[in-house]
């Protein structure tokens, strides 16, 4: 079946460290991919997305490429800041269902330390 | 402009009773539905609806019911509350129910049901 797989954590980072969440997909078809952030008390955002194998999604300096042929879509930040702890996660879209369903990952929650 | 609203943030339950989760949204989408999220296991589709009058089932849809007689307006009804719904409720809006449009999320609704 349809399905996302992602590193579920804590993961704890210094501020400034680099940051990867893996990400990986089990699909049918050619799906879109998505990363969504949770912050403390809040509802899921849509942070990047990215619609075809190769393209890059980026947003406050958040970056994940689509890889087909790994079938991998991980998330990437050259220097995490307080800010950006949250929930994050990894979610698929099949283009072309009789009705819309995002299948979501576990998500994967960052703490980042000053 | 309020975005996805829901209320109320928290609430608990004892095994049977009934109640309502209410969302509402002010931007005009067609789209909404309901999701629980669960440790481990990121986010489920319980109902959503393509638009006033119009629901379906999701993945998880057993004890709930929905209804949309408005455009604004989705509430989800348990109508005897069991464990198994302890959750956070997340209802979503969207433009239309197509795959690229991005999902607006409320803050959640935190349930415990003992």
């Known amino acids: 079946g349809n399905s996302v797989t992602q590193m579920e954590g804590p993961v704890t980072l210094s501020e400034e460290a680099f940051l990867t969440i893996n990400c990986t997909y089990t699909?049918?078809?050619?799906?879109?991919l998505f990363w969504y952030v949770q912050y403390p008390g809040e509802g899921l955002q849509l942070l990047l997305k990215?619609?075809?194998?190769?393209d890059k999604g980026s947003n406050k300096g958040f970056e994940a490429t689509y890889r087909k042929e790994t079938t991998s879509f991980h998330l990437e930040k050259g220097s995490v800041q307080v800010s950006d702890s949250a929930v994050y996660f990894c979610?698929?879209?099949?283009?072309?269902?009789?009705?819309?369903?995002?299948?979501f990952g576990p998500g994967t929650s960052l703490s980042v330390i000053p | 402009n309020a975005g996805v609203t829901q209320t109320p943030k928290f609430q608990v339950l004892k095994t049977g009773q009934s109640m309502t989760l209410q969302c509402a949204q002010d931007?005009?989408?067609?789209?909404m539905s309901w999701y629980r999220q669960d440790p481990g296991m990121g986010l489920r589709l319980i109902h959503y609806?393509?638009?006033?009058?119009?629901?379906d089932q999701g993945e998880v849809p057993n004890g709930y019911n929905v209804s949309r007689s408005t455009t604004e307006d989705f509430p989800l009804r348990l109508l005897s509350a069991a464990p198994s719904q302890t959750s956070v409720y997340f209802c979503?809006?969207?433009?239309?129910?197509?795959?690229?449009?991005?999902?607006?999320f409320g803050p959640g609704t935190r349930l415990t049901v003992l």
């Open positions: 979503a809006s969207s433009y239309s129910a197509g795959w690229y449009n991005e999902q607006f």
């Open positions: 699909a049918t078809g050619y799906p879109s």
């Open positions: 990215a619609t075809k194998a190769d």
């Open positions: 979610a698929l879209v099949l283009p072309k269902t009789s009705y819309d369903k995002v299948i």
């Open positions: 931007m005009n989408h067609e789209y």
């Open positions: 609806s393509v638009g006033a009058g119009i629901t």
